[in-house]
């Protein structure tokens, strides 16, 4: 059965006549008596008593406008689910996006997304920049909220927050103990100083092992972590130092007394962008997730200045 032959048989069930139903579908009566004897042939069974008038269905025509009617229905409320989504009212968004920043978007951009988009289902995949940039690549999610360079060419980047690369140093390391919090630094001014590591899947690593080779810097390694969190909890109670960007020295730093030094002989170049590809159609409530996202970020950046103030 295909939807033409369903909505046919459906339609002389409710006229009653080949002739009327013929009428109502803007056909011949002949076409239409010759797709009934097609259905009836096919099927092996008579679709209608022709001894009758009005026609009456068979027991095999009962069955037959059953599914028919089933089909009919799922056919509309395909194109009903199509429609919406051609008028991008819902959807399935797949993000991407570090767990640290996970933790520190979501709670403020998801109520807003959800109540604007109610019928947009979101899948998260919690990973470091790096490999996020790959399952992007691979067409394995459709937005990538991450720290990355904006240099690959298939690849559309929005910025949402520029990042400063810095040291971040527990209160009892050496660093610390030398320099006043937020003076810019050189690497070689945390020397003799411990360091907790991300794990290579991670944009900080990246930066960080560029900048070990450049100063031909190798220092003690106390800590290799796949959890930023870890890795700055570790780094704060133990005295060592962390390659970071600044969007991570919050209230818990402070808190526990961290400093955070700038470098000042690296200018970096991966902040923080919402990224897709470029062959692919975003639709409108992508845009609005990457919208409300950067005016999350940029209302709770002038927060926090306010209260440092």
């Known amino acids: ?19 009327a139903a013929a009428k109502k579908l803007f056909v011949s009566q002949p076409s239409l008596s010759q797709m009934l004897r097609q259905i009836e042939q096919e099927i092996g069974l008579p679709v209608f008593d022709r001894s009758t008038s009005p026609l009456r269905l068979t027991y095999a025509g009962e069955k037959y406008l059953h599914a028919a009617e089933r089909m009919l229905a799922a056919n509309a409320e395909l194109e009903s689910q199509l429609r919406e989504i051609r008028q991008e009212h819902s959807g399935r968004l797949r993000l991407g996006i570090s767990v640290t920043r996970a933790m520190q978007v979501m709670p403020l951009v998801l109520p807003v997304f959800t109540e604007q ?3 947009v289902s979101l899948e998260m995949t919690e990973s470091g920049s790096a490999t996020l940039e790959q399952l992007l690549q691979a067409g394995e999610i459709d937005l990538a909220l991450a720290a990355l360079e904006s240099t690959s060419t298939g690849m559309a980047y929005q910025l949402i927050e520029k990042e400063t690369i810095g040291i971040l140093a ?7 103990r030398r320099f006043v919090s937020g003076t810019p630094v050189t690497l070689a001014a945390a020397e003799g100083d411990s360091f907790v590591c991300l ?3 991670h944009s900080a690593r990246i930066i960080q092992d560029k900048l070990f080779r450049r100063g031909n810097f190798t220092p003690h390694v106390l800590l290799e972590t796949d959890s930023l969190e870890v890795g700055r909890r570790v780094a704060l109670e133990t005295g060592s130092c962390m390659i970071l960007s600044n969007i991570y020295v919050d209230d818990y730093v402070r ?10 002989d690296y200018e ?13 159609f975003v639709p ?15 209302r709770q950046r002038e927060k926090d200045m306010a209260f440092r103030i």
């Open 255 to 264: 808190q526990r007394r961290g400093e955070f030094f700038p470098l000042k």
């Open 1 to 19: 059965m295909n939807l033409k032959q369903a909505q046919y048989v459906k339609t002389i069930a409710e006229c009653g006549s080949i002739t």
């Open 117 to 119: 988009y109610p019928n």
């Open 284 to 298: 409108r409530y992508t845009r609005d997730f990457i919208e409300i996202t950067a005016r999350a970020l940029a």
């Open 268 to 280: 970096n170049h991966r902040h923080f962008y919402a990224c897709y590809r470029k062959d692919e």
């Open 170 to 176: 527990g209160r009892d390391s050496a660093i610390a």
């Open 199 to 201: 794990t290579k899947s």
